[in-house]
């Protein structure tokens, strides 16, 4: 049984940082492309960062680009994403998972709701 736990999120001012924490049971990170999805309401999941199964790749939303950093530690099972230079556009609930389709170059697709056990997320909120 896959279970996730995403944690680190919270209420900052703009320019601040924020590290987001995901650790997994049933579930190895290593194993796929993963990476870190955000939801605002009334909005479609989007991939905002996501790593290949080997960790040579990573894929970052246009939006992102420059200021949040993902990483993984397979031998803690965790992956991580540094938020850098945060604005309030960020303010989302903020998920990991497995990605449904990755291409370094092009995208991260988040799999369907009903596909996978999605977490509870963890809140950003960035006030100007």
């Known amino acids: 049984q896959v279970q996730i736990a995403e944690s680190g999120g919270g209420s900052v001012q703009a320019g601040e940082s924020l590290r987001l924490g995901c650790t997994a049971s049933?579930?190895?990170?290593?194993?796929?492309?993963v990476g870190w999805f955000r939801q605002t309401p009334g909005k479609e999941r989007e991939g905002v960062a996501c790593?290949?199964?080997?960790?040579?790749?990573?894929y970052y939303a246009d939006s992102v680009t420059g200021r949040f950093t993902i990483s993984r530690d397979n031998s803690k099972n965790t992956l991580y994403l540094q938020m850098n230079k945060l604005k309030p556009e960020d303010t989302a609930m903020y998920y990991c998972a497995p990605a449904s389709a990755y291409s370094s170059d092009d995208y991260c697709t988040p799999l369907a709701a009903d596909d996978f056990p999605w977490g509870q997320g963890t809140q950003v909120t960035v006030s100007s």
């Open positions: 790593i290949g199964q080997s960790g040579g790749t990573t």
């Open positions: 049933g579930l190895r990170f290593g194993d796929s492309a």
